[in-house]
């Protein structure tokens, strides 16, 4: 069983769970760029209910792939521990600019 997790750095749990992190650090930011497709959207022929599924998993993809992404980086990098509380964070600051209310810095 060794060989095969450190045959796939993925099997990690800490790539797993710093993913989830960074994915939820990410989500807002990466949101914003999505209302050019939005826009697409609702010159479409979809009803409005299939445009809101189909924004809603399109954004948790993107949040997904990318803050895998970021993560496999980092652990390359830093480690997985370290990577996985850069994540956490990553998610502080994120909430402390929303709560904030300054839309001019995003992680």
Known sequence: MDNIVGAYP???GS??????????????????PLNQLEVSLTKSF???????LFLTISSLLLALVVGLAVQ??????LGPGW???LGIIAIG???LLALSGDNSGSV
Request: charged share 10%.
């Open 10 to 12: 993925f099997l990690y």
């Open 15 to 32: 790539t797993v769970s710093g993913a989830l992190l960074w994915a939820l650090a990410l989500y807002l930011p990466l949101s914003v």
């Open 46 to 52: 979809l009803k409005e209910s299939w445009q809101q």
């Open 72 to 77: 496999l980086l980092l652990s390359w990098a």
């Open 83 to 85: 990577a996985a509380s």
């Open 93 to 95: 600051w994120e909430l």
